[in-house]
């Protein structure tokens, strides 16, 4: 992918959801344009063949050619750079987590649910911020054409979002608290995680004491 544009989908397990998977890999690969003939490469496990031939199938349902194709056992030729990009998001996340945990002076397990959220937070910051040596642009600003501009705040502070109705929708929009998380690719929405679920919202407000270990 010459843009080097990262998209991240937690899942419980790698065979879960494989129709979910699917249309992700398809919705991502149209948000970079790719409508002409596009290749996809694995490895040859079983999971990754069911999941590469429901995407081919979506996509050529769509009309856009698609090529699938399953590297050798033990040949991570084409692989490589794919496996580079894992361990840069797994230290970019523990990086998150860490600094969440460090700030409310906590240390958070390993099943918690902040850590799928930190590799989508992660993938989302290098796409915007790390400009890559061979174009000297970071991949959004390839694919968009510009910089990202857009507020963002610190991965696992405590704000307040502007809910669309408010969770007592005969108010209005209201400021709820929550977790700040991340932002959405497209429209650019701050993700929330509050006590009444992820809210999404096109404004926050940021607080003066901002990290509490009790909301974590």
């Known amino acids: 992918c010459q843009t080097k544009m990262i998209s991240v989908h937690p899942v419980p397990s790698k065979g879960a959801n494989l129709r979910g998977q699917a249309e992700h890999l398809v919705r991502f690969s149209m948000a970079l344009n790719y409508m002409d003939r596009v290749e996809f490469v694995s490895d040859a496990e079983p999971t990754m063949k069911s999941l590469l031939a429901s995407v081919q199938l979506m996509r050529q349902h769509l009309g ?3 090529v699938v194709t399953h590297s050798r056992p033990g040949d991570k030729g084409r692989t490589a750079q794919v496996e580079r990009v894992i361990q840069t998001l797994r230290r970019q996340s523990s990086t998150l987590v860490q600094m969440a945990s460090d700030r409310c002076s906590l240390q958070l397990p390993g099943d918690q649910a902040i850590w799928p959220w930190s590799f989508v937070h992660a993938a989302w910051t290098l796409n915007r911020f ?4 061979t174009t000297q642009m970071s991949p959004f600003e390839l694919v968009y054409g510009r910089r990202y501009s857009g507020k963002v705040a610190c991965f696992g502070e405590m704000v307040l979002v502007l809910h669309r109705r408010g ?4 108010l209005g929009p209201q400021w709820v608290p929550g977790i700040w ?18 809210v999404r919202g096109k404004a926050i407000r940021r607080l003066s004491d901002p990290w509490r270990a009790t909301w974590l």
């Open 181 to 198: 998380l991340t932002k959405t690719d497209g429209d650019d929405l701050h993700v929330v995680a509050t006590p009444n679920g992820m």
């Open 64 to 66: 856009y050619p698609t």
């Open 167 to 170: 969770l007592n929708t005969k």
């Open 130 to 133: 790390v400009n890559h040596t």
